[in-house]
């Protein structure tokens, strides 16, 4: 357990120095540089998501509390 949880730590504290770079580069130049593969990695992971989100409802049927849904042409 403090193996985690020290693991955590610095994977937040690894977050929260990376942020703070970001922050500097987006003030001081106004837009913050990608690597070439950031779309392209960031769209494989939205795809990841969306397969598992399918696989993870499919066949559940909203219908009685969402009424209107996408599925039926609403929001």
């Known amino acids: ?3 985690a949880v020290q693991a955590s730590n610095v994977r937040n504290n690894n977050f929260a120095e990376y942020q703070a770079e970001v922050c ?3 003030e001081a130049k106004g837009y913050v540089e990608v690597d ?3 779309f392209e990695y960031r769209e494989e ?3 990841f ?3 598992q989100l399918a696989d993870l409802f499919d066949g559940l049927d909203f219908s009685d509390i969402c009424p209107g849904g996408a599925a039926e042409g609403g929001r």
């Open 1 to 3: 357990m403090r193996r």
């Open 24 to 26: 500097v580069e987006y």
């Open 36 to 38: 070439d593969g950031f």
């Open 45 to 47: 992971k939205r795809q």
């Open 49 to 51: 998501i969306r397969e």
